[in-house]
Every structure is written in C-alpha cells, then in structure tokens.
C-alpha cells in the first residue's frame, strides 16, 4: 500500500511539471490559435538559462530561486521578442504556415543551445531548502518531489484568479470565445495577442527552470517534452486551463502506474489515451468545438486550375530533363535525386489530403513508415523481389490508411491532426517494440533491390517511373469527379451533404489515397537505403513532409514537389558544408514564411499568374477556356 502511495505522489509530481508548460501552450492556442511548435523550445531555453543563473548568482536560497524566476521572465521576453518581430507579421497567413514559422524556430533554437552551451548534459544543483527525504508512511519520498506537487495547484489557482477577476483576464477569456468581436469592440488585439504569448512563454520556462533539480539539462529536452504537451493540451481541451491540469493528472498517473504493470505500453500510453478521447470526445475533455477559420480560405488559395497544354508540356520537359539528368551526374548525386523524387512523392500524397480535401496530418509518416516496412518484411521472410515488395508496401499502408481514416475523418481540424499523430506514434511504438518481428531498434537490413534495379542507374529510372505515374494519378484524381466532391466537402460541408454528397466517406477515401502514394514512397526509400527503422514513422519525419508542402504552397497541387525540392537540397547541401546546417535552415524557412506567406508556388502563382477576372471561372477553371 505505501509502494502505491509513494507512486501516486510520482505522477502527481510529473503532472505538475507537465501542467507548468501544457497550460501555456493552451493559453497561446486559446487565443491567438498558433499551434506552437517551439514550447517545447521555451521550456529548453527555461532549464539552460536557469543553470546559468545559477551558476552566476550567489549561493543559497535567496539566489537560486531568483534565477529560476529570472529564467522564466527571461523565456517571456524572448517569447515577446518572437511574437512582435516573427508572429505579429503572419497573424494573417493560413494557419498551418505559422506552424511553419514555429518549425523553424525549433531548428534555430536546438543550433543556438549547441553553440552555447554545448553537446554534454548539465547537471543542475538541489533546490536549497528542498533536498533530503520526508517519510510518508515508512516511505521516504523527495522533498523537492512535495514541492512540485504544490506547485502545479498554485500555478492553476494564480492563473484562474488571472483570468475571473482582473479586466485583461477577461479580455483573454472574450478573445478565447470570439476574437473578431472583442477587436470590433476597440480592444488593440495586438498588445493583448503579446501579452497572452508573454504569459505562455513565462509558463515554459518555469516549467523548465523548475527541471533543473530533477533531470539533467541537455539539448533533447524540447522534443522529449512537445509531444506530451500536446497530448495533454488536447486531451484537456484546446484552449482550457483546468482540463490541461486534470489531462496532465490523467496521464502522468496511468504512466505512473502503467510502467508497472505493463511496461511496454509506456512509450505510447499517453497517445492511446489521447486517441481514445478523441473518439469518444473529439473535442477533449472541457473543450468546445472549434469555430470557423479566422482567415478565409480565398484571401491565400487561389482555386485549383486544370491541367492544360501548356502545363502539361511543361511537365513533359521536366520529366525529360528528369530522365536525361543521371547521366550528367557521379553516382552519389544520383542517390540524392532518387531521395528528392521520394520525398516528391511524400509531400505530394499530404498535399493532395490538404490541398483537396481540406485534412491536415501531423502524422503522415504513419503511412510511410508501413510502406517501408511492408516492403522490408516482404523481403526478410517471404524472400520476394523488388516488385513483390513494392505490392506488400502498398497493402501494409493500404491498410493502415483504411483503418486510421475511419476515426481521422470523424474530426476537424487541430483534433483530426493530433489524432493522426496519435495513430503514427501508435505505430512507431509498435515497430520500435516488437524486437521478434521488426527488429525494434535495431531495424531490418539487407532490404537491397531485385538484380534489374541493383545499379542506381536502374533504381533511379525505377524510382522516377513510380513517382512520375503516382504524380500523374494523383492529379487526375483531383480533378475527377470525386475529386470535386472531396472540395466540395472541404468548402462546405453542409451544402455538400444537402446536395447528395456523403462528406465523411469521401474524406474517408481521400484519406486512404493519400496513404497509399505515401506507402508507395516508404517502400521506394526502403530499397534506396537498404534498410529500415522505426524512426521512418516518428514525429521529425511528419513534420518534414508538413514542411514541404507548407514550403512550396497549399493552394496548389505542384507546390509540395516545389517544397520537398527546396527542402531536401538545403539539407543535403547545407548539411554537407556546415554542421550549423538546423540555423541555417531555420532562418531559412523562417525569412520564407516571413516573404512568402503562401508558399513558394503559391506566390510565383499569385505573382505570375493570370488576372483575378480570368481566375473567377466555375470548378476552378478560368472563365474563358482550359487553364494550365
């Protein structure tokens, strides 16, 4: 009975540090709807700065607690810094593409705590006052452990008599409900959007100061963390503070208990808690359901133009010079070009899901990463061939699509896409923890193709024909009729469904068809680098498929192939010249999302394209003739 006492304070004790950081990202979501991918940024910025406080101010209790608040505050001004020189000028960009902008910031931040601090743990001192053991029923349990737990109860209070009995608290809770209304009424919601992304921004960093006497300060911590806020923040509810604190207790008790009975289960607990909620209640616990888009899709997505001649030649020529290109290449380039066209394939199947039929994923590498294993599977112990291979990928992912979808398409919006990480995490879990028949860890090898594709002459032409065919079917679907059936559902979905249309089948089927291409370049890269790994469905590879069609521009179904071309060769090549390679290309997408709102096709259509009268025509064509 003590035992289980002692392990209920535990999760009690991480339900407090985890509530110190879910409860800003909650706040930021709540009000300025930015998924802020860098919290987890802010909370490793809190612990680094904390030590170094430590370290520089006196002894004793009196300096150690200064520089665990002077680290909080200091997060908060950096998070001030980020939203009035970065946020403040995409408030008016789609949101996924501030998304984007986060991304970056993730990438700036990791290479700027290396520069600084360099690659080795840090190990913080004991809270002064706090260290030593208490006895609780014979048991002796951590002073700093009580300390924490009181802490997440205060923090929750602080915050609820923030928010009901002060003027700005009530200004937040009015923007939370209606954003647009609280602007009519002569609130400047930029000052207020600041001050809510300060207080956010303070939280992570607490949440992370507070660390320093638990666990050792290193490099990892902000994507340890991000995954598990997000968890918490919608399984509480986007947006409410006393459901991201009893999600937070939720969690980080049945992972306290889980860890006990069944071990293996603990790596995707908190996303088969997370998946089950949003099933049965898709908008968390104390959530609402989300309101309408603050920007309307026309203002940055030109409609969808069909292919014509001129386009097509286009196309003809690239692929040509696609064709002709090996031959002018060494080897190694060759190995990258084959990378590039896969990639291609990847961002093109998420497009289509985002472009068509209106459906984020933040985990797509779900369907990548059982593509590739099919195929590896296939090969270690059925034997089969490159083609075989290629079939079992598309029918491992084929199936995954199919039973993923059934609940993904059931949600909207930021619900939809964290139930689709769920699902991926779900997924690695299992790949990285059955050793008998994945290999965990340790992958599969030898996944080598068949003898008529074993030259990377011959793989590359391979690999071109599947991704130019995938390419091609993925257009002409778009532009079929169930094509237009899936914007239609993507537009309104009430009109859709009052015109015959069952919307929820129809995004069922977009979603297995992108899951399908997406199986098709998992098997593809499985033979290209002659092994796999759990890591093929994780976190980093969703976002860069997210970061290549943001990159190359939504509103078009050419931009994730722009986008993954851009992005693959900055990190290819930035990567190969500079070990500052995640700095760089940060500030890259950073300036990009910053210039270029819509993404890059996305502006050179706007930029380029034809007048706003020839773009008015019906279904998305010009008003005169085929568009291209």
């Known amino acids: 009975m003590e035992f289980y006492l002692v392990q209920a304070l535990n999760g009690l004790a991480s339900a407090s540090s985890l509530f110190l950081v879910a409860s800003g990202l909650s706040i930021i979501f709540g009000v300025t709807r930015i998924v802020n991918f860098a919290h ?20 004793g209790a009196v300096g150690y607690w200064l520089a665990v608040l002077g680290a909080a505050v200091a997060v908060g001004l950096i998070g001030a810094a980020v939203e009035l020189l970065l946020l403040r000028r995409i408030y008016r960009a789609p949101e996924l593409f501030q998304l984007l902008a986060t991304f970056g910031l993730v990438l700036v931040v990791a290479d700027l705590v290396l520069l600084i601090w360099g690659p080795e743990d840090l190990l913080g001192p004991r809270a002064p006052g706090l260290r030593g053991s208490v006895m609780i029923l014979g048991e002796p349990f951590p002073t700093y452990e009580l300390f924490m737990i009181a802490l997440g109860p205060l923090v929750l209070a602080g ?8 003027r700005w608290g009530t200004l937040v809770r009015a923007a939370t409900e ?10 400047n919601e930029a000052w207020l959007f600041t001050s809510v992304f300060v207080l956010g921004s303070f939280l992570a960093g607490l949440g992370g100061a507070v660390q320093l006497p638990r666990e050792a300060v290193n490099h990892t911590m902000d994507l340890h963390i991000i995954a598990e806020v997000f968890v918490v923040v919608v399984v509480g509810g986007m947006g409410s503070i ?17 860890i006990l009975i069944f071990p293996e289960i603990t790596l995707v607990l908190v996303f088969l808690i997370m998946a089950a909620v949003l ?21 940055f997505e030109p409609p969808l133009r069909l292919l014509g001649r001129g386009f097509l030649y ?12 090996p031959h002018l290449l060494p080897t190694y380039y060759i190995r990258i070009a084959c990378e590039v066209l896969i990639s291609a394939l990847f961002a093109t199947s998420l497009g289509f899901m985002m472009t068509v039929g209106g459906m984020a994923s933040f985990g797509h590498a779900a369907y990548f990463g059982l593509g590739a294993y099919g195929a590896a599977l296939a090969v270690t112990y059925a034997q089969v061939g490159t083609g075989l291979g290629l079939l079992a990928a598309l029918g491992l992912g084929l199936a995954g699509a199919v039973l993923f979808g059934y609940f993904c398409v059931r949600l909207s919006g930021v619900y939809s896409a964290m139930l689709t990480l769920a699902f991926a995490q779900i997924v690695y879990a299992v790949l990285f923890q059955w050793y008998g028949i994945t290999g965990g860890d340790n992958g599969l090898l030898g996944i080598w193709p068949s003898d008529w594709v074993s030259s990377p002459l011959a793989y590359y032409y391979l690999t071109l024909t599947v991704v130019a065919v995938s390419l091609f079917l ?19 979905a009430l009109r859709s469904e009052a015109i015959g249309i069952h919307v929820r089948r129809v995004r069922w089927v977009g979603f297995v068809i992108a899951g399908f291409f997406a199986a098709a370049a998992g098997g593809l890269f499985a033979f290209l680098k002659g092994s796999v790994f759990p890591d093929y469905s994780s976190i980093p590879v969703s976002v860069d498929s997210l970061v290549m069609v943001l990159l190359g521009g939504v509103q078009t179904l050419s931009g994730p192939i722009v986008g993954a071309g851009v992005y693959k060769v900055l990190e290819v090549f930035v990567n190969r010249y500079t070990e500052h390679w995640q700095l760089i290309l940060g500030c890259v997408l950073v300036g990009l999302v910053i210039l270029f709102p819509q993404g890059l096709l996305g502006y050179l259509v706007g930029r380029f394209g034809r007048s706003g009268e020839e773009w008015r025509g019906v279904d998305g064509a010009p008003a005169g003739g085929r568009a291209s």
């Open 314 to 325: 286009f196309c003809l020529a690239v692929l040509a010079s696609a064709a002709v290109l």
């Open 279 to 299: 099933i049965f209640r898709p908008w968390g616990l104390l959530g609402r359901p989300e309101g309408p888009p603050r920007t309307p899709a026309g203002e």
């Open 474 to 492: 993925l257009r002409r679907l778009a532009f079929a009729p169930f094509g237009y059936s899936l914007r239609a559902g993507r537009d309104s």
């Open 242 to 258: 006393l459901g991201a604190f009893l999600a937070a207790v939720l969690i980080s008790e049945l992972n306290a208990f889980g």
């Open 159 to 166: 915050l609820w008599v923030l928010f009901h009995r002060t």
């Open 178 to 187: 209606d954003r647009e209304m609280v602007g009519a009424l002569g609130v």
């Open 40 to 59: 987890g940024s802010f909370y490793m910025l809190g612990a680094y700065i904390a030590y170094t406080l430590v370290q520089a101010l006196p002894t």
